[in-house]
């Protein structure tokens, strides 16, 4: 057994969302252990392309650079270290790839055992190999994600195992300090936040975050909410469920948000909307963001700016307003989204003088 204490970091590091934010989550106690991966602290990072476009300051939280590439890792730590708390030995979710890849993650530090539910054949590569080697076990159902959800709530009602979804009030505990992250950067809120919308954890964390901070003063206002779904999985848009869902953004291919109702609040006491963007509407942001910006983001993550560049076409975007928009999960996750343009590579043999010809340098 190794007995030598860990060496101390000359620096301070980051050691995650509840260290940074615990004061904020009431349930997180200071005799609680906490499994973290060091989550958030991601990067804000102004756009400078799309505040050309839209005549905005728009600016990018790229949730990607968490430990496990999606936003999940933020509401994970807390909803693990919760169960952990609870004696829970095995935790169970239900997902489109992201809450699989965080819940196996997250658990696999804990030393407990991660049940995922995917809709088979729906997950993406890089999640399916992240939850993989993580070692989760995995469950492919034949079925939607919906019907994942519906047996991981059963299973966890009548097995000792314990739900991670979003419907676990931790996991938005740990989702909200994304806004927490955003006043802390630009010294007050935006006018306005642009997301993607699937389950709606996320859009109901981040209007509890902002309105936590506008409450305790540490904003002067909370933005607007726009939330955009895909057009083929646009239950909120459309105000009733989905029984087919079907998008690119396999992330969001949700029929039927069990966070609704926060949705719903988030969008009518800001004064915002929920409306939809087409597949190819995504592709064209999914491709300008990685072409303009440099951030290689998964389909679903580019939503929000899909939804913001539509509106702006509209005519619906005042200029010089201060926008943020979140960009969900990292483009690694779905390699094969990258490729289906196509590509088209310079082939060539060894001599150096045949690859500048190729080039058209010589
Ligand atoms: C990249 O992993 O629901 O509206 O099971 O992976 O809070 O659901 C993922 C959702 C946006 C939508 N962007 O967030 C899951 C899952 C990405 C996502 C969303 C998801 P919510």
Redesign the pocket.
């Known amino acids: 057994m190794n007995t030598l204490e860990p060496v101390r970091a000359a620096a301070p590091v980051w050691q995650g969302v509840i260290n940074a934010y615990r004061a904020w989550m009431p349930s997180v106690t200071d005799h609680m252990s906490i499994v973290t991966l060091h989550e958030g602290n991601t990067p804000l990072i102004r756009a400078d392309h799309i505040s050309g476009l839209t005549d905005c300051d728009v600016w990018l939280k790229v949730e990607g650079t968490n430990p496990t590439g999606?936003?999940?890792d933020r509401g994970m730590t807390v909803a693990v270290s919760k169960a952990v708390e609870a004696g829970a030995d095995m935790i169970v979710?239900?997902?489109?790839?992201?809450?699989?890849a965080s819940a196996a993650a997250y658990a696999a530090r804990a030393g407990i055992k991660a049940v995922v539910l995917v809709p088979k054949g729906d997950i993406t590569l890089g999640k399916l190999a992240q939850a993989v080697r993580y070692g989760a076990e995995i469950v492919e159902v034949a079925g939607t994600?919906d019907d994942c959800l519906r047996i991981a709530r059963e299973l966890a009602d009548e097995h000792p195992v314990a739900l991670v979804?979003?419907v676990n009030d931790h996991r938005l505990a740990g989702q909200q300090t994304v806004a927490f992250e955003i006043v802390d950067a630009l010294g007050d809120a935006p006018d306005l936040h642009c997301?993607?919308?699937?389950?709606?954890?996320?859009?109901?964390a981040l209007w509890r975050g902002y309105t936590a901070y506008e409450r305790a003063e540490r904003a002067s206002h909370r933005p607007r909410i726009w939330g955009f779904q895909a057009a083929g999985a646009a239950p909120l848009v459309l105000g009733h469920t989905v029984e087919a869902p079907e998008t690119v953004a396999t992330?969001?291919r949700?029929g039927d948000?069990a966070?609704r109702d926060g949705?719903l609040a988030a969008r009518d006491e800001s004064g915002g909307q929920i409306t939809s963007v087409s597949d190819e509407q995504i592709l064209a942001a999914y491709r300008l963001v990685a072409r303009h910006e440099g951030i290689f983001v998964?389909p679903?993550?580019a939503?929000g700016i899909a939804g913001l560049l539509t509106e702006h076409a509209a005519g619906r975007v005042p200029p010089a307003q201060r926008i943020v928009i979140t960009v969900?999960?990292n483009g690694l996750?779905d390699p094969d989204a990258s490729m289906l343009d196509g590509y088209d590579p310079v082939e060539t043999s060894t001599v150096t003088t045949a690859v500048a010809r190729a080039l058209n340098l010589a």
């Open positions: 999606s936003f999940k979710c239900a997902s489109t790839g992201n809450t699989s994600f979804n979003s997301l993607p919308v699937g389950g709606a954890g996320n859009i109901t992330a969001i949700i948000p966070s949705a998964e679903a993550s939503v969900t999960g996750k």
